[in-house]
Each structure stands twice: as C-alpha cells, then as structure tokens.
C-alpha cells in the first residue's frame, strides 16, 4: 500500500484529512511519535499502520514524506480536493 493510501484509507476511517490531523497533534502539542500513534489510536480509532503513517507524517513533516514515501508529492487537502 502507497504512503498515500495509507492517508486516505485514514482519511475514510475517521473524516480528518491529512491536513487535519497535521493541525490537531500540533493543537495538543504532540511530537513524539509514540505518543501521536497511542492518541491515534485511542482517540481516533485507527489501526497501528495508519496511525503510523500519519505518526511520521507529523513527525517528519510533509515535504521529507513527500521526498520519502510519496514520489515527490502527498496530497493533504483530502480525498474532496482531489475529486
């Protein structure tokens, strides 16, 4: 499964687009990727590999998970701005 995948698949899961979850982690200051994958986890719902994915995707910010994981580009705005 694509990086980018992962973030929609999460995205459909809970209704916060990649976006989103950048702003809610930074609203309660989380930074650690452990602590950002147990509060994706129990608060959110999501499974190990999602809130992985979105784990790094805070921790390292867009653009290093664009270079890394996405060819280049990941798409932040949601599944809505791309239709």
């Known amino acids: 499964m694509s990086f980018?995948?992962?973030?929609?698949?999460?995205?459909?899961?809970?209704?916060?687009?990649?976006?989103?979850?950048?702003?809610?982690?930074?609203?309660?200051?989380?930074?650690?990727?452990?602590?950002?994958?147990?509060?994706?986890?129990?608060?959110?719902?999501?499974?190990?590999?999602?809130?992985t994915a979105i784990a790094r995707l805070v921790t390292k910010g867009p653009e290093f998970v664009a270079e890394h994981h996405g060819e280049g580009e990941i798409h932040l705005d949601g599944l809505a701005a791309r239709a």
Do not use: C, M, S
């Open 4 to 51: 980018q995948a992962y973030l929609d698949n999460a995205e459909k899961q809970t209704g916060i687009t990649p976006r989103g979850f950048l702003d809610l982690a930074a609203g309660k200051k989380l930074t650690k990727h452990g602590e950002i994958v147990a509060w994706l986890k129990t608060e959110h719902g999501l499974g190990h590999g999602h809130a």
